[in-house]
């Protein structure tokens, strides 16, 4: 079994799929302890993929979406190694758009019936006073495209129009992009982490995410928070608010049509009610701190390395037909202990 894992410097990068070199290298020594035959690649150019179509792997891994180009189209690998018939890991470029643009996730899973924060898109200018606004205050502000909360921060809450106009203006000017504005949902905030198996099941791990309190008195996950790692990832000890995040993430993750793995982000009203924040389908895989791996680890006692092979499970399945013995006694323990888990 040859495999190749692929990542791109991504400094240029809103969305850094699996993170930094690091987590590309966590996940290279994760794979090597299964036994195989891996290569990480940093791509920059088509020479460098074609490169890797030459080698013909038995199964790409994507940990980022697409190789960024100044002077030209970006190639997004799900399409580039779709038509050169390599076996990569991850969802299609189609399912990938809900991943990039939080308003086309939000419009298509309402249309299938799934709640979400009541939502509008802005620029500065484009509402004249409070009355004109769509949804009442309080609201939240953020970049439609951005990951790791990339344009969050205190001032992302807003109560007046006021601060609606300055922080509209700020993220335009930022990210030249209409801005994601959405009600404020004062509820508890929770992801969810999913893998589908080779037989099609899927194995969701869900827990709570605690930001420290902000200046303003408040829960906000903002950029600052998850660059500094100062947020607590808990176990969900209320399993009947546990099954309703599961099974939200559980509804949005197929009702996305999504492949392998993703993580789904939730949060819920004071009253409780879960709904869709957002889709993550190249969730990051820093072994220390990403919430991926992070809520394996809490929910099912998993190691890292039982979350990459099981994050693999479905792409060496599309090889052989069959998945991969563990081939390390580590690794056998920990096969029997997802084996365990209650598949959904």
Known sequence: MKIDII??????????????????????????????????????????LDAIVKRSPDLVVLGVKYIPFENDDDIWLADYFSQHEINFTGSSRETLKFDSNKILAKSHLLNKGIATAKYFTAIPGKYKSESDLPVKFPLFLKPIDAANSNGIDDLSFVNNFSEYENKISSLYNAFKLPVLVEEYLDGREFTAAVIRTSNNKLVISAVEIVPPISTNGLRILSEKVKKDNSEKLIAIEDNEIKNRVEQLADDVFRHLNARDFGRIDIKANKSGHCLFIEANLVPGMTSSSSYFPKAFEIANNLTYDNVVHMMLEKGFSRVHSIVPKCKTQRLKQNCSAFSLLNYV
Request: charged fraction near 20%; include cysteine; hydrophobic fraction near 35%.
């Open 7 to 48: 990542t791109t410097p991504n400094e240029k990068l809103n969305e850094t799929g699996f993170g930094s070199l690091d987590a590309s290298n966590s996940l290279l020594l994760a794979i090597k302890n299964m036994g195989y035959a891996v290569k990480l690649n940093i791509c920059e150019t088509k020479g460098d």
